[in-house]
Structures are given as C-alpha cells and as structure tokens.
C-alpha cells in the first residue's frame, strides 16, 4: 500500500449523500429497538427526554458545523481537540470516539442477530453476526461514492418506512381502525396519560432514560468526519446541519408519539421491534416482515456508518502523529485499510459476546457507548469554545458559519452534558458504565504519557 504522501482521501460525497449519511446514523437501531427500553422507564414523558437531547444535539452540531467550515479537515474533531483544547484532550477525544464507534457495532450486530431470529428463531445468533462482519467489512474497502450511494438508499429505506409508519399509525388514530391483538387495545391519544399520566415513573423515570435517548442520537456527529471528503464543505456542510436536526426531532418525537397513542405505554416491549408491533396489530403480517427487513437494513447502515467514522477519525489521528502510522495507509481506491481491517477483527469479539451472554447485552452495551459519545460531544462544545474565545471580534464575525445564541446556546449544551454523566453516576443500571468509561478514559490517559506524549508531530498538515 502506499504512504499517504502518495494519496488523499478522495472527495466523492456530496450532499446527497451527507445529509441522508448524517440522517441514516442516527435513526438506527437506537430508534428501532433501543426506543422500546426508553418508553419503559420513562412512559409517555420519553417525548419530553427526546426534545430535550435533541435541542442539545442540535446545538453541538452547530458547534462542530463551525468548526468543519472554517477548517475542513479529515480528523474533524479529534483534530480540532489537539488544536484548541491540547494534544492530551486530543488523544481522548479521538480514541474515545474510535471505542465508541466499536461499541456502537457491537450493539448492532447484537440488535441485527435479534431481527434475523424473528425470522430464524432457531439459528445462533453468532451465525448472522459473522456474515455481517465480513460483508460490511468488504463494503468499506470500496471507494467512498460506492459507500455514499449505498448509505444514500440505506438512509432512504429508512426514512420511507419511517413515514409510512406515521401514515398508518395517523389512519388508527383519525378512523378509530380496531387493532388485531387479544388484549383488545383501544387506540386513542389518551393513551398518553391514561396509564399513570405523562409522567408514570416520575421525573426520575424521565432522567433515566436519558441513557438510551442519547444513544439515540449518537451518529449526528459524522458530518464533521465527511468534511475531509466532501466535494464543497463549505456549502455542503452547513445544509447538511441545518436539515437534519429537524428532521431527526420529528421522526423520532412523531413515531413515538404514534407508537404510544396507539398502544398503551405499558405494553410496549423489547421483544423485536416495538415498530413491526404496530403494522403486526393492523393485522397486514406482510408489512410486518417487511418493516424487519428495514430494521435490518437500519443495523446494516449504522454498522457501515461506524466502521466509516471510526476509521477515518483513526486516518486523521495517525496524521496527527497520535495513532500507529499505519492507519494512514490508503487503498488505491483512497480508503484507510488498515483501520478497515482492525474494526473488522474487533467486531468479531460481537461474535464472542453474542455466544457467551446474548442476554441484555444491547443495553448494557448502550449504557457504554453513551459515556464515550457524551465525551466526545462535551470535547466538541469545549473546543468551539476555545476556538471562539481565540478569535478577535472581527475574525468572529468573518466566520462563514456560525453558533446561534452564543455564548448561552453552547453554554446551555455544555451544562446539559455534564448533567448527562450524573444521570449515568446516579442510577444503578447505568453506573457500570460510568465506571468502564472513567476507566477507559484513565487507560487512555496512561497509553498517552506512554506513548503519545512521545509520538513526533505531523510533518504535513491534516488532508
């Protein structure tokens, strides 16, 4: 393979594929699965906890928009870290993402395994498992439009079923269409308070499952990573930003809405997808199997999408001089292989977990990813911080695109991240990952003065 002297990362997205890329990541499995465990712990009220996280999310996006605008570069903000915050904060940044990303597949693959056992419910998970490591691992060898235009139809699939959810579950709602169950379900918007109220569990059933709602939304941030290899960032990145926060509060805020209006909260589990419950209660089965077969596309996108970032995010950090140089190394189809090759043997630990403790392994692995991917929006906030609070007055106002209701907005996010890691702190379901995470954060800390205290600076700058 050759160095990167010799190659760049290929500039073949375009908005077109950006936006649906960012849109597709996060409405996964977090939404299709994970969002039946945040309805239980927090009733009708998991409404509130989206908009909440999803006002937060906005505002860091934004936060990162400014940043990959005015500087696009391939590391986007494990980069931005090392430059604003210090090469320490860096390190952290960009290796807690690249865990993140890890642990986010691990899920999948986990959530993938459990739609083909509706299907196949006497197959081993680990089977279907396997085949979707070594499948996803060959679609992220080909050249970056190859994986744009497949996440584009990937992203779009889900959207569609997504809409026609909405549709079906609005025609219960408006014509009082009685639901095929043998509990008898009488579909009805007072199915929101009619069970224990909005808020059954209290506001600190709400609080808890800020857990699983952020989770949710892990994925967004990806439209920083595809400004090294966006053909116009700085037009693409801000339409990007400015579509998908809104489309994601809808989607999410509306599908659960209709979920919770149709069905009581209560009865609402995580035995598959609460969504093929819906179109199973209508009494169509065959739109039943085929909304899985979208659920499993939904696995397939976010396990792509992952690999992608994490990848990438490894190429920058190398360039940096803060990961093994190897992981510079490009493809003659301007791919980073070799982080390609090493998600795809670490994926295959999936394969392990899900033969040895298949048992609530998605949330356990949820609670995790949520610590890492909290850290690395709270690294992303605090670096438009920094970067801004380095700029005079005018260098501000020249900025091409910008933070709106600065500094309360970012201020505001920043507050609501670090409130996050209490949640995680306080409740005993989510306290094991508070501690995996501070300890991940102490290995990395310790690999750090080891060796990337050490590690020469990049002798060119980031592609």
């Known amino acids: ?20 890329m960012a849109l597709g990541s996060a409405i996964g499995t977090g939404l299709f699965y994970g969002s039946a465990s945040a309805i239980k712990l927090a009733g009708p009220s998991v409404l509130l906890a989206y908009l909440i996280g999803g006002a937060a999310i906005y505002m860091m996006m934004r936060a990162l928009g400014e940043m990959a605008v005015h500087n696009p570069v391939s590391g986007s903000f494990g ?36 739609y083909m056992g509706l299907w196949f419910p006497e197959t081993p998970a680990w089977i279907w498992v396997l085949g979707i490591v070594f ?54 918007v007072s199915n929101l308070w009619s069970h224990g109220g909005f808020f059954p569990n209290g506001v600190s059933g709400m609080i808890a499952s800020f857990t699983v709602v952020m989770f949710a939304f892990g994925g967004v941030e990806m439209i920083g990573i595809t400004a090294g290899e966006a053909r116009d960032p700085k037009r693409v990145l801000p339409k990007a930003i400015n579509s998908v926060p809104l489309r994601i509060l809808l989607f999410y805020i509306l599908t659960l809405f209709v979920l919770m209006a149709i069905y009581p909260w209560t009865s609402i589990g995580s035995h598959g997808s609460p969504f093929v419950q819906i179109f199973s209660g209508l009494g169509i089965s065959s739109a039943a199997t085929v909304l899985n077969i979208v659920v499993i596309s939904a696995a397939v996108s976010a396990i792509n999408s992952d690999i992608f970032s994490a990848g990438r995010m490894m190429y920058g950090m190398a360039q940096d001089g803060q990961a093994p140089a190897g992981f510079a190394s490009l493809s003659r189809f301007g791919v980073p ?37 909290v850290w690395v929006w709270l690294m992303i906030l605090l670096s438009q911080v920094a970067m ?34 209490g949640v995680l702190g306080w409740f005993p379901a989510s306290r094991t990952a508070m ?9 990395l800390t310790l690999g750090y003065w080891l060796w990337g205290v050490r590690a020469p600076r990049p002798v060119s700058a980031n592609a």
């Open 135 to 188: 499948f996803i691992g060959a679609l992220n060898l080909c050249s970056v439009k190859v994986f744009g235009e497949m996440e584009f139809w990937l992203s779009l699939l889900k959207v569609t079923a997504i809409v026609a959810m909405i549709v079906a579950g609005a025609a219960v709602l408006l014509l009082g269409i009685q639901l095929n169950d043998d509990a008898g379900t009488v579909a009805g």
């Open 388 to 421: 801004r609070r380095g700029m005079s007055k005018e260098e501000a106002a020249a900025l091409d695109y910008r933070v709106p209701l600065w500094p309360v907005g970012p201020a505001c996010a920043i507050a609501f991240m670090v409130f996050i890691f």
């Open 1 to 20: 393979m050759s160095a990167q002297s010799s190659h760049q990362l290929k500039r073949g997205l375009s908005t077109r594929h950006i936006r649906f």
């Open 79 to 114: 980069h931005y870290a090392s430059q604003y915050l210090g090469r320490y904060l860096g390190f952290l940044t960009g290796w807690s993402y690249a865990f993140s990303m890890l642990v986010v597949c691990l899920a999948d693959v986990t959530a993938f395994g459990v």
């Open 337 to 373: 292989w070799m982080t390609v090759a090493v998600m795809g043997v670490a994926l295959l630990l999936g394969v392990v977990l899900n033969y040895l403790v298949p048992e609530d392994l998605f949330l356990v692995l949820a609670a995790v990813v949520t610590f890492s991917i």
């Open 435 to 443: 501690y995996v995470g501070v300890g991940w954060l102490v290995l």
